[in-house]
């Protein structure tokens, strides 16, 4: 194995360590230098073999193929055979476009290069983003500010039944679990805020309803199979979360929910510009026993970073303006961005939120470029050569190389721009 090539990159990466107090509760994180394992940013290679080389035609749960995987690593006790089965997963990305993105179920728990031991894994295509890099980046903010259960990244190029099917990206399933969104078995909740899952676009769910006060569809991932008692008792406890939003309680707001983690994920949406917030689509909140509701996991960007909604079947359109803002220049108001729901921007009627969320952008924003887009680049340089491989078996209209640099100096101007934006909110009138 050779990692020299790397080892001077890495050595200037650093990330930020998961602070907590007492209480559990995740806050601001110092800078805690750290060099990862170069074994993370190598790609792997993953061959996929269905039983009787059936194909995968579906996303549903009935729909899985018995299938054995076969991993080959740069880091020989990453290698992995095992048995499991796999289908299709996404919605967009399963629907409109020809690589597409797999649900992998193991039949048995393991270690996932180097990823804690679970079954369930994804692969994402990763096809609309031209640099393959929108979701790594983005995970890699919100590892490093602290973000609790925060994805991973691992590349691997793929094989599906002697077919090669280009560089993916494997990570884990955003769900409950041990090694996972670690709440509790019992009184521990995950919920998404996500139109895709809500009440009017999936009425047969079973598992989902409006919100109390800001009517938002929220989808309940954990408990599994909940019942209309637990789907009420999950609907009122975030109804209060809600309550004191409404009210821009800053002092009610901090007993039910970590603020801390508001903000960085606010900051995170502002940032690469995901304007799925505004429907919202793929927004995670989880909530421990006797805990305080915490943002995240992070998930799905390769809508964000400008992409051009008015290509959204076909095009790979991104970084065309560094100057659009999801949450505006006064966010109270709506004024300048979308009209997210309130439950977004309600606490910027209130001084102290604001005060918070500007001093806390203070904090991050010269690490943007110098540690988490350094960060990125480790995975770019490794997955340079797969790439090329991946751009031949699914050529599009874009040039990687030329889609890396732009969103390079995307990030770099939106960095600058957002500085005088969030220097200029409103501080608040409460």
């Given amino acids: 194995m050779k990692y020299s090539n790397l080892f001077g990159l890495i050595c200037l990466s650093l990330f930020l360590a998961k602070c907590s107090d007492d209480s559990g509760t995740v806050g601001p994180c110092p800078i805690v230098p750290e060099v990862p394992s170069p074994s993370i940013y190598q790609v792997a290679r993953l061959t996929i073999d269905t039983e009787n080389g059936a194909p995968i035609v579906s996303k549903d749960k ?14 020989e006790e990453w290698d992995y055979t095992g048995t499991g089965r796999i289908r299709g997963r996404g919605n967009s990305t399963w629907l409109w476009y020809p690589k597409k993105p797999y649900r992998i179920k193991l039949n048995k728990k393991s270690e996932i290069l180097g990823l804690a031991t679970e079954k369930d894994w994804v ?80 009425p047969d769910g079973g598992d989902n309803f409006w919100s109390t006060v800001y009517k938002m569809p929220i989808c309940v991932k954990y408990p599994e199979d909940a019942t209309t008692n637990q789907l009420k008792a999950v609907q009122n406890d975030f109804a209060r979360l809600e309550q ?23 900051l995170i949406q502002e940032l690469v510009y995901n304007v799925e917030v505004d429907a919202p689509r793929s927004i995670y909140m989880h909530k421990d026993k006797e ?58 009627k209130n001084k102290r939120f604001v005060s918070e969320y500007k001093a806390r952008w203070q904090t991050i924003r010269d690490k943007i470029m110098s540690d988490f887009w350094k960060e990125t680049n480790i995975f770019v340089t490794s997955c340079s050569e797969a790439m090329k491989r991946n751009a031949e078996r699914w050529p599009i ?17 939106r960095t600058d721009y957002l500085d005088t934006v969030i220097k200029n909110y409103p501080s608040g009138t409460k």
């Fill in 397 to 413: 209209d874009k040039d990687y190389q030329t889609e890396i640099s732009r969103m390079r100096q995307w990030l770099q101007q």
């Fill in 244 to 266: 004191s939003i409404y009210e821009s309680n800053y002092e009610a707001t901090s007993k039910l929910m970590n603020i801390a983690s508001f903000i960085d994920y606010m």
């Fill in 123 to 202: 692969l994402l295509a990763n096809y609309r983003d031209p640099t393959q890099m929108m979701n790594t980046f983005t995970f890699i903010v919100g590892e490093k500010l602290g973000l609790p259960y925060t994805n991973h990244s691992r590349y691997v190029e793929v094989t599906l039944n002697g077919d090669y099917i280009g560089l993916y990206q494997l990570t884990e399933q955003v769900e409950q679990g041990s090694s996972r969104v670690a709440v509790d078995d019992e009184q521990g909740m995950l919920i998404s805020l996500d139109a895709d899952d809500g009440p009017e676009l999936n």
């Fill in 291 to 348: 805990g305080l509701w915490t943002m995240g996991p992070l998930w799905d960007f390769d809508a964000g970073f400008d992409f051009d909604w008015g290509t959204m079947y076909t095009g790979h359109n991104f970084f065309t303006s560094y100057r659009e803002l999801v949450l505006g220049t006064d966010p109270a108001s709506h004024i300048g961005g979308y009209y997210v729901p309130s439950f977004f921007t309600d606490l910027f």
């Fill in 62 to 75: 009935k729909d899985y193929v018995n299938c054995t995987l076969t991993i080959d690593s740069e880091k």
